[in-house]
């Protein structure tokens, strides 16, 4: 995946995101790693680490190739060109020496500027596809040797030319041309002159439909003679070309036309019924004629109970639907394709792939299920759209951000100016607690588009859920009753606050979901030993103390096959629109990255309770006490130079900071604040400098100063997520970074631990 660091990758996922791509990774069936331009393996799905073993991350990719030159032709287009790989098929062997065949795409990634920083390569297990492809291929070559083996000679014609177009050994046998020979001819060539409009009328007959079985046709031969055969025909399609298919009887054999027909058709049975998609045929009157295993597994309908009976008999419901419109339009226009998005079959919705012919008393329907393709393309549809809310989450929380830092910044310089007017204080607290509250709000936004990592610290639940309760009567309604029963004396976990009111809003809204018209809502804390939940929690959980936080609902409830799924990303049980199927995925996720463990207990008709167990800590004192307004703001001597874009922060921070004690320069982008540095002629001992500015990033502007000026401090601040932050260069290891909304307070503390206290007070 993408590292740290690094402009030149593509966006840091969150450990929260990257976690929940990889439980939705680790379905996909195809094979994806992550190559830099070096071909070293960055990163690999589930599939890939089970096929090339655990550690395929950090090796060349060239090494799991017995030939390395095919590594080359695999990635090097996407490096040399604009362009990908086509595909690129190589054996491979897994890690448990198994051999198998691998189709490669490969997709070049790029930065800003065009360079190319690696490659993602996709590959597909195309083993068994390839196997049933020989197999088709070797079915068809069985299929052509048993008509090349057939006793009754067997011609093609087409319609309209009335050109052979393929012949087998018996009637090249029993005319006594070649195959080549009769490529070349057409039905008036082997049938004698006085008896050739009889034959053409039949023919044409034929054609129409009117009638399949011509007896006793004079059919001549090379050598002259004329013998007499009964021609069976259907209608066929071959490349695209309506072709008339003659079965010859030579009436001087000994078997009948009868027995030969049968064979035929047993023939065909065996073909059809050996293919997974659902065949059947109707005649004129849509009664079932044919009805292959394939139909029998889906609509549970045997062969015996199908045939002969009409589609309206077996299907009444097919009146007037999308399905009867296609047997209908295949009588008018011989034939047709359609989809059914939405069957309704055994209390499950399929979508299938329809495809109708004609045939010679009725019509052929191939039937594919196209379901799972189907919900593959919804869940890319629904990733998408929550991609973009997260986008624009991210946006607005990044504005939010600026706007707080002002707003808090100024509180928090106004409550200490007004300790002796105690109601504009109590005002001004008001107003700065609202501040930190929507940061609180910001950072929610982050967490739910995907866009901020876990920021773990040892708190106590039971005041988390106090802080959500605020806000639930507003998201679950009114006529929801809300019972709180809250252990007092709970033990400390480490979590992310953000992420656990996630959890509780989450499960709250899931529970609301399930209680359209009202109900009750318990919401419960409690320590919890091993011993105690032994039989709930899962077994991989490990000995030793844990929180427990439950959501108990009295709605509609969940049978077993809904609870087994519950957690799957994109799974919902809600009508189709409104409901992602990630609600319960996300909370999943966060409890799995907390290191803890959820469970769920449930009947339909008796509610449901969802349970939470995050492990304890031994120490308490880990708590930090939040940053009042009591923090000092701490003062300093040096000269520090702000670049700030926002003119708002700017001109906090300049205040700030030259109420502090420091000598303060600013610049509004990277160019002024080069061009400062090269006119001031005193030393700087810290930039502040903004991440994100037009122009050149912060970043930028930090590597040219500190090859000029060694000593000079770094100081980056940032109201954007970290995903934003790692594509300009800044993660939160290496670097000093003050995060927006920032105090006064924790401004000056920053500038303290980045350039050491004031000479005398050292």
């Not at 930039?687 to 770094?714: C, E, F, Q």
Request: hydrophobic share 40%; net charge negative.
């Amino acid at each position: 995946m993408p590292h740290e660091g690094d402009p030149g990758r593509t966006k840091k996922v969150p450990r929260s995101l990257a976690a929940r791509y990889e439980t939705i990774l680790a379905t996909v069936p195809e094979i994806i790693i992550e190559i830099d331009t070096d071909e070293v393996c960055t990163w690999a799905n589930e599939k890939g680490k089970q096929f090339f073993g655990e550690d395929v991350i950090g090796k060349e990719l060239s090494c799991y190739f017995e030939d390395r030159r095919q590594s080359y032709e695999i990635t090097r287009p996407c490096f040399e060109s604009a362009g990908g790989t086509a595909c690129i098929e190589t054996r491979q062997r897994r890690k448990n020496g198994e051999e198998r065949l691998l189709a490669w795409w490969c997709r070049p990634l790029r930065d800003a500027r065009g360079n190319a920083t690696g490659a993602v390569l996709t590959a597909r297990d195309v083993s068994d596809l390839r196997r049933s492809q020989k197999s088709v291929h070797e079915m068809e070559m069985g299929y052509k040797a048993i008509l090349e083996a057939a006793v009754e000679g067997i011609l093609v014609a087409d319609i309209e030319t009335r050109q052979f177009r393929y012949a087998n050994l018996a009637i090249c046998g029993m005319l006594g041309y070649s195959e080549k020979e009769l490529r070349q001819m057409s039905v008036a060539d082997i049938h004698p002159n006085e008896s050739l409009d009889h034959v053409i009328a039949e023919f044409e007959a034929q054609a129409r439909g009117e009638k399949s079985l011509a007896s006793a046709i004079p059919c001549l031969r090379k050598d002259g003679m004329v013998f007499y055969a009964d021609i069976n025909t259907s209608l066929a399609v071959i490349d695209g070309r309506e072709c008339n298919v003659g079965f010859f009887a030579d009436l001087t054999e000994s078997r009948s036309a009868g027995t030969r027909l049968r064979e035929s058709k047993e023939d065909f049975s065996d073909l059809t019924g050996s293919i997974a998609d659902v065949f059947f045929a109707m005649d004129a009157d849509f009664r079932y004629t044919y009805w292959n295993k394939a139909a029998v597994d889906l609509t549970h309908i045997s062969a015996k109970d199908a045939i002969g009976k009409s589609l309206y008999e077996l299907f009444p419901d097919i009146r007037g639907t999308k399905s009867e419109e296609l047997y209908l339009d295949v009588q008018r226009t011989r034939r047709a394709k359609a989809t059914l998005d939405e069957y309704e079959l055994h209390g499950k919705t399929f979508a299938f792939e329809l495809s109708a012919y004609p045939s010679s008393d009725g019509i052929a329907v191939l039937t594919k299920d196209i379901t799972e393709r189907r919900n593959l393309e919804e869940q890319l549809r629904q990733s998408q759209k929550m991609e973009a809310v997260g986008q624009l989450a991210g946006g607005i929380a990044h504005d939010f951000n600026n706007l707080l830092t002002v707003i808090t910044g100024y509180g928090e310089m106004l409550l200490r100016k007004t300790l002796e007017d105690a109601e504009a204080h109590k005002r001004l607290e008001a107003i700065v607690q609202a501040g930190k509250r929507a940061a609180d709000l910001t950072r929610q936004l982050l967490v739910f588009g995907r866009k901020q990592t876990l920021q773990p610290r040892v708190l106590n639940l039971t005041d988390v859920v106090g802080n959500v309760l605020k806000m639930l009567p507003r998201l679950i309604g009114e006529d929801i009753v809300i019972t709180l029963q809250l252990e007092p004396e709970l033990e400390y976990v480490l979590a992310d606050p953000v992420a656990v009111e996630q959890i509780v809003m989450n499960l709250a809204t899931n529970a609301r979901d399930a209680m359209p018209h009202g109900g009750g809502l318990v919401i419960a804390t409690a320590n919890a030993a091993f011993s105690e939940v032994r039989s709930e929690i899962p077994p991989d959980a490990q000995p030793g103390g844990y929180v427990m936080l439950s959501v108990q609902d009295n709605g509609s409830g969940m049978d077993l096959e809904t609870q087994e799924r519950v957690f799957e990303p994109f799974f919902t049980t809600k009508e189709k629109g409104k409901g992602t199927g990630l609600g319960l995925s996300t909370v999943y996720g966060i409890v799995k990255q907390s290191g803890g463990h959820i469970t769920v207990k449930s009947e339909p008709g008796r509610g449901t309770t969802f349970t939470v167990y995050l492990p304890t800590v031994e120490e308490a004192v880990e708590l930090k006490a939040e940053v009042t307004e009591d923090e000092p703001v701490l003062e300093g001597s040096g000269t520090i130079l702000v670049v700030e874009d926002e003119e708002g922060i700017r001109e906090l921070s300049i205040e700030v900071l030259s109420d502090c004690g420091y000598t303060v320069l600013q610049a509004r982008d990277a160019d002024e604040a080069l061009e400062v540095c090269r006119k001031h002629k005193g030393a700087i001992d810290l930039v502040l400098t903004d991440v994100v500015m037009p122009g050149m990033s912060g970043k930028g502007l930090a590597d040219p100063l500190a090859r000029d000026h060694p000593s000079m401090k770094v100081i980056y601040m940032s109201g954007y997520s970290d995903g934003v932050m790692a594509q300009r260069g800044v993660s939160n290891s290496g670097v000093q970074l003050i995060q927006k909304p920032f105090t006064p307070a924790s401004l000056s503390r920053e500038v303290r631990k980045a350039i050491g206290e004031p000479p005398g007070k050292a």
